[in-house]
């Protein structure tokens, strides 16, 4: 089959974290509310009513294109994106068009174990349109209705260079894009519940020294669908080549259920929308001192993060990948650091246990009532084999449901701990004279009564001696007994 140069380039919206809409005083917590609730004049276009900028929004878009090393225009300018939507009351979105926040970024992240770049277009800001509702909520059969919460709520969108070429990079850029918008707190970045929403636009091509017909495909839901959007999309365009077609310039959607894309509509081209700047707002000059300003309030990045972890820590980049890729779990390790400076130890612990018990609890590290001191706490104990680690274990789920210190959890369990190796020892011992036999058996070379005897001495511990220790312990007494 003849090779194909594969071409991507996303462009993802971001739900920014306001807590009023865009141009209005209406909330931006449309989960779970009644519809059409989170309303007013503005939002709903009525005639007569006019939009004030909310400065938060725009600082937000600013931070984000900061993230993205996007040069910052001296002036924005909101256009009006003319069409009609039965979600879209005003028949226009007020959206950016030749001065946007941001152009000329990237971003660079890794991907197959190498790391990649990736330039960024422009980072705009924009207002979200409203929702229809086919189903539920009460609505007669074969009706529709919209929900107009959504209207105005600020969205900024990051918008690729066709830089990216098959779906892993696709997704680990998305993967990138989400931690960095959560890093900053532009977004909480969930895709589904559609505060990200990523349009993907692909094309093939038979030469890489040209690119093909891109086709955009929208309504993936999760970063899964995309990841499969683009793999069913590119077999297909590869297909209608090789079969001597063409591929057409159009929208897709993705069908999650079917596992395929479908024609939409053909693709729209910007003098379709009409754009013009919007007569009832002004452009809004940035001025460099407050670029500056959002600069500074920039965190460590998780890219940037990830390399210092690498070299301070002596972590592997897949270690610190996952160790960065949220900010509260750097902070949380970091803080395990500043008190126990045993990054490998502390590492480990990180990317197992804890890890588990989030997932198991699907919560995040701050929801869980642990915290790094009882953490480090408990890493000690095992350290100094105080505690075995099976019993760490049953304490560390523990501590992130009902948080606590280790010694008032191993009171609460009734879990006495084995305070030194003298104890240990003792026990060793006596399990050794209560079981002549097994000594005996041992001595003539059955293994498996070694195995008998670990099993007494964690009866006689209650199972809170750590096995490895125990054998040792018993090795060095059936030796020394000779
Ligand atoms: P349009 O004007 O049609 O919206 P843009 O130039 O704004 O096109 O690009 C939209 C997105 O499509 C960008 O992310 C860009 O990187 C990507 N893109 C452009 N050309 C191609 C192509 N031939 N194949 C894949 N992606 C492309
Ligand atoms: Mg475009
Ligand atoms: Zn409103």
Not at 240 to 261: A, F, K, N, P
């Amino acid at each position: 089959m003849a090779d194909f140069y594969v071409t991507i380039g996303l462009e993802v919206h971001c739900q920014l974290l306001t807590r009023t809409k865009m141009f209005c005083q209406c909330g931006t917590d449309y989960i779970g509310k009644a519809p059409n609730t989170l309303v007013c004049p503005v939002c709903m276009g009525i005639p007569g009513s006019l939009p004030v900028l909310n400065e938060k929004a725009l600082e937000l878009a600013i931070k984000t294109a900061l993230a993205f090393r996007c040069e910052i225009l001296p002036q924005v300018v909101f256009h009006r994106k003319n069409y009609f939507y039965p979600d879209l009351p005003k028949g226009y979105q007020i959206s950016q068009y030749n001065f946007p926040v941001g152009v000329n970024g990237f971003v660079e992240f890794f991907t197959q174990g190498t790391k990649k770049r990736v330039r960024i277009k422009r980072v705009h800001v924009e207002e979200d349109a409203g929702k229809l509702i086919h189903e539920g909520l009460g609505l007669p059969p074969n009706s529709s209705g919209v929900d107009f919460n959504r209207c105005g709520i600020p969205l900024v969108e990051i918008v690729t260079e066709p830089d990216i070429h098959s779906p892993e990079e696709a997704r680990d850029y998305l993967v990138m894009l989400r931690s960095m918008v959560r890093y900053i707190g532009a977004s909480d970045g969930n895709m589904e519940e559609g505060s990200l929403r990523c349009d993907a636009n692909v094309s093939v091509s038979p030469s890489p020294l040209e690119l093909g017909t891109k086709v955009e495909v929208k309504n993936m839901n999760s970063f899964r669908s995309v990841f499969r959007a683009l793999h069913y999309e590119i077999e297909r365009q590869k297909r209608v080549l090789l079969e001597g077609g063409m591929v057409i310039q159009e929208t897709r959607h993705w069908d999650e259920r079917e596992g395929m894309t479908v024609s939409a509509r053909g693709k729209e081209e910007a003098e379709d929308y009409r754009y013009f700047p919007d007569p009832d707002l002004l452009p809004v000059a940035i001025k460099p001192e407050d670029v500056e300003e959002i600069e500074k309030t920039l965190p460590e990045l998780p890219l940037e993060r990830r390399e210092r972890f690498m070299t301070e820590y002596e972590l592997t980049e897949s270690e610190a990948g996952i160790l960065t890729q949220e900010k509260d779990i750097a902070d949380f390790f970091e803080a395990c650091l500043r008190e126990f400076r045993k990054p490998r130890l502390v590492c480990n612990w990180m990317l197992t246990e804890v890890l588990k018990n989030l997932n198991e609890l699907n919560i995040d590290i701050m929801q869980s009532k642990i915290t790094p001191g009882s953490l480090v706490e408990l890493i000690k104990m095992v350290d100094k084999k105080e505690i075995s680690g099976t019993i760490a274990k049953d304490i560390l789920e523990e501590m992130f449901v009902s948080g606590g210190k280790v010694k008032e959890i191993m009171a609460r369990k009734g879990i006495s701990f084995i305070t030194s190796e003298k104890e240990l020892e003792r026990i060793a011992r006596e399990a050794i004279e209560k079981n002549p036999q097994s000594v005996a058996d041992y001595l003539s070379g059955k293994e498996k009564a070694l195995h008998f005897l670990i099993g007494q001495v964690m009866k006689m511990t209650r199972g809170q001696a750590d096995p490895e220790t125990v054998k040792s312990l018993l090795l060095k007494e059936l030796s020394s007994g000779e």
